[in-house]
């Protein structure tokens, strides 16, 4: 059984950063996609960010130059540092994965079925 373990978020004003952090165990080796999800007040839940396990990664348009996602495969954690951050990017985080025996591309519609609690992230202005 896949499971995640996020930590991290909480509340910041307009302009600081905060860093998320999510621990997946269950795995046989390190072929599955990683990625972040947000769903704001009101709003429908959206892809952040992606990394697979060669290291390749996408943004959604709203967060790059902003946002870094990472991941150690040893450690089997990945990563989301946020920067500069702005009161839209405030809602609920969550991480999530799949596993990726093929290698695809770990975006655009991925079929993510294990999902981790959520952290709320919250910007001030």
């Known amino acids: 059984q896949v499971l995640l373990v996020e930590s991290g978020g909480g509340s910041v004003q307009a302009g600081g950063s905060l860093t998320l952090s999510c621990k997946v165990s269950g795995y046989r080796d390190n072929r599955y996609c990683m990625a972040w999800f947000r769903q704001g007040p009101g709003k429908e839940r959206e892809e952040v960010a992606t990394?697979?396990?060669?290291?390749?990664?996408s943004y959604r348009d709203s967060v790059k130059g902003r946002f870094i996602i990472s991941r150690d495969n040893y450690k089997n954690t990945q990563t989301l540092e946020m920067n500069s951050l702005k009161p839209e990017d405030t809602g609920m985080y969550y991480c999530?994965?799949?596993?990726?025996?093929?290698?695809?591309?770990?975006?655009?519609?991925?079929?993510?079925?294990?999902w981790g609690q959520g952290t709320q992230v919250t910007v001030s202005s």
């Open positions: 990394i697979d396990s060669e290291g390749r990664t």
């Open positions: 999530a994965t799949a596993y990726n025996e093929y290698y695809e591309y770990c975006s655009g519609g991925y079929p993510y079925n294990t």
